[in-house]
């Protein structure tokens, strides 16, 4: 069955950076764009970036640009997320997700077009 396993989520401090990665099992990577979102205590699943299946085209929520980068690797069936300069606001689960999609540049925004969910990993930015 489809897998996504999320890892790298941590504890550190304001201004710092993180890299979350995320392991596709079960399915034909290549046929899927892929996303990441977060959610916070008591607030809504939010976009965070998606990539196309090219990985040629990127796009991510505004509280993120410029901060964070998104990258795919077809070779290993995995997506990652940098994330540098950290702020507390940007503690959160974040969940790993891929859509079916036909056009290689699309970019999914939207979370319920995602068929598939990770677990989640927790990144906690400390002030």
């Known amino acids: 069955q489809v897998q996504l396993v999320e890892s790298g989520g941590g504890l550190v401090q304001a201004g710092g950076s993180l890299r979350l990665s995320c392991a596709a099992s079960g399915l034909t990577f290549s046929l899927y764009a892929m996303g990441w979102f977060r959610q916070a205590p008591g607030k809504e699943r939010e976009f965070v970036a998606g990539?196309?299946?090219?990985?040629?085209?990127?796009y991510y929520g505004d509280s993120v640009k410029g901060r964070f980068t998104i990258s795919r690797d077809d070779a290993k069936n995995t997506v990652a997320l940098q994330m540098s300069s950290l702020e507390p606001e940007d503690t959160a689960v974040y969940y790993c997700a891929a859509a079916m999609v036909g056009p290689r540049g699309v970019v999914v925004t939207t979370p319920n077009r995602y068929e598939h969910w990770g677990q989640g990993t927790q990144a906690t930015v400390s002030s």
């Open positions: 990539i196309s299946r090219s990985g040629g085209s990127t």
